[in-house]
């Protein structure tokens, strides 16, 4: 059998057994309130992966390996941030924001507070707004992540594995809403794991084992490659570490992840979840981690081409079959992602915003606002061109230090004056955004450290206030 052909044969029964899911979730989607957040019937293992599979996007797989292939062991930093980030979300967000939810079905409703709270609708159109815009970058820099490895596979052009894997994830998103996209995400968790194991370890035993690979990494002809900073000093070495410790500081404020602790049940168990989640955590990012200093290591792949080397490993030591799993991997990390944001997009307009009502019924206008972001994020995905890591990025953090502080505050320690909550809002956003393109210490620090701090501070002062009042 071909190459091409074992793929495609993997591929396909992959992308069906998404749909037939989806199908499934769509008989129990009845209103919009069960397609916005699955009637709150999420067990332990579903809300896990599903939420981890959400937050963890192409970048988790595609770029992460990638920035360990191009920065050495300095990619080692990103680990407490990552692996920091979910420990946040899974010890401190995601039992209180279960119990805390209350009727809200979205994130920016949850701090919007209920109707009748002063200034409610100026934070909900506010937090929409800049949720809609980061999601759309967002969604279109992970279906571009859907081009290279079609073009590897099939000989075939970017384009037509970012409409082929757009086609799909909205397909599945439309049909059954929040149930489709917690089920498939669960099915794509796994998958994405599963990779994370089998191919690190089968780069590391190209070895001969964990002591060979240590010595091959060791002899990589680039002084900087085994170093803690990857050649930085001074306060940019601090910068950059801080800055790669600061992407866990952006978890709590991802609405497509932290809207699945909302809708898990309330008899679900919160400690198989989190041990579940934690533990898919550090086999993921660990994993992908190594394969970055192996493939280096083993084939000297140079720094233009570092986001191919999950690619590349897969098609050096595996037959095609297994090649087509890690193929379907990367689309997992996508289509977990995008079908999340997609959903959020929907419950922004439609929910958040009220727009778009008619006399179709309920489910029309979200499924409608799903099928135009998803098109218009196609679009962008086809003709913008940029690294997965740094547009993802861009969109992670201004969406972090938006509403991961404010988030914060408001579970822990209660209530934010409206005034205060809208301006967190708005610092930490535009703060983020203007941090990506003035950088202090060096790219991460402003935009993921500056601006969520900024906004942490005008929150916890809000709340201060509130409690006074």
Same mark, same amino acid.
Request: hydrophobic share 55%.
């Given at each position: *059998?071909?190459? $091409?052909? #074992?793929?495609?044969?993997?591929?396909?029964?992959?992308?069906?057994?998404?749909?037939?899911?989806?199908?499934?979730?769509?008989?129990?989607?009845?209103?919009?309130?069960?397609?916005?957040?699955?009637?709150?019937?999420?067990?332990?293992?579903?809300?896990?992966?599903? !939420?981890?599979?959400?937050? &963890?996007?192409?970048?988790?797989?595609?770029?992460?390996?990638?920035? !360990?292939?191009?920065?050495?062991? !300095?990619?080692?930093?990103?680990?407490?941030?990552?692996?920091?980030?979910?420990?946040?979300?899974?010890?401190?967000?995601?039992?209180?924001?279960?119990?805390? @939810?209350?009727?809200?079905?979205?994130? @920016?409703?949850?701090?919007?507070?209920?109707?009748?709270?002063?200034?409610?609708?100026?934070?909900?159109?506010?937090?929409?707004?800049?949720?809609?815009?980061?999601?759309? @970058?967002?969604?279109? =820099?992970?279906?571009?992540?859907?081009?290279?490895?079609?073009?590897?596979?099939?000989?075939?052009? %970017?384009?037509?594995?970012?409409?082929?894997?757009?086609?799909?994830?909205?397909?599945?998103?439309?049909?059954?809403?929040?149930?489709?996209? $917690?089920?498939?995400?669960?099915?794509?968790?796994?998958?994405?794991?599963?990779?994370?194991?089998?191919?690190?370890?089968?780069?590391?035993?190209?070895?001969?084992?964990?002591?060979?690979?240590?010595?091959?990494?060791?002899?990589?002809?680039?002084?900087?490659?085994?170093?803690?900073?990857?050649?930085?000093?001074?306060?940019? %070495?601090?910068?950059? #570490?801080?800055?790669?410790?600061?992407?866990?500081?952006?978890?709590?404020?991802?609405?497509?992840?932290?809207?699945?602790? *909302?809708? *898990?049940?309330?008899?679900?168990?919160? #400690?198989?979840?989190? @041990?579940?989640?934690?533990?898919?955590?550090?086999?993921?990012?660990?994993? *992908?981690?190594?394969?970055?200093? !192996?493939?280096?290591?083993?084939?000297?792949?140079?720094?233009?081409?570092?986001?191919?080397?999950?690619?590349?490993?897969?098609?050096?030591?595996?037959?095609?079959?297994?090649?087509?799993?890690?193929?379907?991997?990367?689309?997992?990390? /996508?289509? &977990?992602?995008?079908?999340?944001?997609?959903?959020?997009?929907?419950?922004?307009?439609?929910?958040?915003?009220?727009?778009?009502?008619?006399?179709?019924?309920?489910?029309?206008?979200?499924?409608?606002?799903?099928?135009?972001?998803?098109?218009?994020?196609?679009?962008?995905?086809?003709?913008?061109?940029?690294?997965?890591?740094?547009?993802?990025?861009? =969109?992670?953090?201004?969406?972090?230090?938006?509403?991961?502080?404010?988030?914060?505050?408001?579970?822990?320690?209660?209530?934010?004056?409206?005034?205060?909550?809208?301006?967190? /809002?708005?610092?930490?956003?535009?703060? #983020? /955004?203007?941090?990506?393109?003035?950088?202090?210490?060096?790219?991460?620090?402003?935009?993921?450290?500056? $601006?969520?701090?900024?906004?942490?501070?005008?929150?916890?002062?809000?709340?201060?206030?509130? &409690?006074?009042?």
């Amino acid at each position: *059998m071909e190459r $091409s052909t #074992a793929i495609l044969l993997a591929l396909a029964a992959y992308l069906l057994a998404l749909l037939g899911l989806a199908w499934f979730a769509k008989t129990r989607t009845r209103d919009a309130a069960g397609f916005y957040l699955g009637g709150r019937t999420l067990g332990p293992w579903v809300a896990a992966l599903a !939420a981890n599979a959400s937050s &963890s996007s192409a970048w988790s797989l595609v770029g992460v390996s990638g920035f !360990a292939c191009r920065e050495g062991l !300095a990619a080692l930093w990103l680990l407490p941030g990552c692996l920091g980030g979910f420990l946040l979300n899974w010890l401190v967000v995601a039992p209180r924001l279960r119990a805390a @939810t209350g009727e809200a079905i979205t994130l @920016t409703e949850f701090l919007a507070g209920p109707p009748g709270t002063p200034g409610r609708s100026a934070v909900a159109i506010v937090a929409s707004v800049l949720t809609l815009g980061c999601l759309c @970058t967002y969604v279109a =820099a992970q279906m571009q992540a859907a081009g290279p490895p079609f073009v590897r596979a099939f000989a075939t052009t %970017a384009a037509n594995g970012i409409v082929l894997g757009a086609a799909v994830t909205i397909a599945y998103t439309l049909l059954g809403g929040y149930l489709a996209v $917690s089920i498939t995400d669960t099915l794509q968790g796994l998958v994405m794991v599963l990779v994370a194991v089998v191919v690190p370890a089968a780069a590391v035993l190209h070895f001969g084992g964990v002591a060979g690979f240590v010595d091959a990494v060791g002899r990589v002809p680039a002084p900087s490659f085994t170093t803690a900073f990857g050649g930085r000093e001074g306060l940019v %070495a601090v910068g950059f #570490a801080l800055g790669l410790c600061g992407i866990g500081l952006g978890y709590p404020g991802q609405p497509h992840a932290v809207n699945k602790y *909302m809708g *898990m049940a309330p008899g679900a168990s919160m #400690a198989v979840a989190r @041990t579940v989640g934690i533990a898919w955590a550090v086999v993921l990012y660990t994993g *992908m981690v190594v394969l970055g200093l !192996a493939a280096r290591a083993a084939w000297g792949v140079a720094a233009a081409d570092s986001e191919a080397v999950l690619y590349l490993a897969s098609e050096r030591l595996f037959p095609p079959l297994v090649d087509g799993l890690v193929l379907a991997a990367v689309l997992a990390a /996508i289509m &977990s992602t995008v079908d999340s944001q997609l959903l959020v997009c929907a419950s922004c307009v439609t929910h958040d915003l009220r727009l778009g009502r008619g006399p179709f019924g309920l489910l029309a206008a979200p499924r409608v606002t799903v099928l135009v972001v998803g098109g218009l994020a196609t679009t962008g995905a086809l003709l913008l061109p940029q690294r997965v890591f740094d547009r993802v990025l861009f =969109a992670w953090a201004a969406l972090g230090s938006a509403f991961g502080p404010l988030l914060l505050v408001r579970l822990c320690r209660g209530p934010v004056r409206p005034g205060w909550a809208l301006t967190s /809002i708005a610092i930490g956003g535009l703060g #983020a /955004i203007a941090g990506s393109f003035f950088t202090v210490l060096g790219p991460g620090f402003a935009d993921r450290v500056l $601006s969520w701090a900024a906004a942490g501070w005008v929150a916890w002062t809000g709340n201060r206030r509130a &409690s006074r009042a």
